[in-house]
């Protein structure tokens, strides 16, 4: 997916690293204080505020109760992902086990991320395997109803599923929100790729899904791990 055209002051894009990165590990609103207490950036906690205040306006943040801190928006993730996520090489994933490739891929996927693992080939075997659920569903935000429905609803149709999204992208890319291709998933983040096979010429794709509050980078590396 192309990247997103965001200009932010350079204190602006500390404090919203910070937010991103601190609600993305503790999963709660980040306060004014929390910032001027765990980072080294040279503002005062009202300039911070103010800055918050600013980053809110502007669609990046948002407060979900009135007396507490904010938490990032899709806006924010995307911005994150184009701009501020430091891709690493991951270099600590089990072994997998003798089996199924794709079966065994998937499980250890999950099982690194804590997340939905999906892969589908589209070669003349057609195969789909996937892995995580019951972990996935582990995460707070699918005490959320609605998110559960929608998630749910993903196992009608998952070889579908798959393929629009195998259709979205030559190589790995991330959809957060509402950028996802299809309704069930909007309400979630998918971290993808394409394994390319040219003796069959059609490839297969590998699908990560969770929670928008998912942590990119990781994931991220952990896709191009096995994609590589």
């Known amino acids: 997916m192309p990247r997103s055209k965001i200009s932010i002051g350079n204190r602006e894009m500390q404090i919203l690293d910070f937010i991103i990165r601190d609600y993305i590990k503790c999963g709660l609103p980040v306060s004014s204080g929390r910032i001027y207490k765990k980072t080294d950036i040279e503002a005062a906690p009202a300039t911070i505020r103010n800055i918050m205040s600013e980053l809110d306006e502007n669609g990046f943040l948002e407060q979900p ?11 924010a993730y ?19 086990d003798d089996g ?25 075997k057609k195969q789909l395997n996937f892995w995580g659920a019951q972990r996935l569903l582990d995460e707070p935000e699918f005490g959320d109803g609605g998110l559960l429905r ?5 196992f009608d149709h998952l070889y579908e599923i798959a393929d629009v999204y195998r259709r979205q ?32 010429k059609k490839d297969a794709v590998v699908l990560i899904i969770g929670p ?11 896709l191009r791990y096995f994609l590589k």
């Not at 997340?115 to 589209?122: S, V």
Request: hydrophobic residues 35%; without cysteine; neutral net charge.
């Open 65 to 75: 109760h009135i007396s507490g801190g904010r938490v990032p928006t899709d806006k």
């Open 78 to 96: 995307r911005y994150f992902v184009d701009y501020l996520m430091e891709v690493k090489e991951s270099d600590k994933i089990e072994e997998m």
């Open 100 to 124: 199924d490739p794709f079966e065994e891929m998937n499980k250890t996927i999950s099982k690194a991320t804590k997340l939905f693992a999906l892969t589908a080939d589209f070669g003349i």
């Open 150 to 154: 929608s998630f749910a609803g993903l």
């Open 169 to 200: 992208f030559d190589d790995e890319t991330i959809f957060i929100g509402k950028e996802n291709p299809l309704k069930e998933t909007r309400m979630m983040s998918v971290v993808g790729g394409k394994i390319k096979n040219k003796v069959k």
């Open 212 to 222: 928008r509050r998912m942590n990119y980078e990781y994931n991220y590396s952990i």
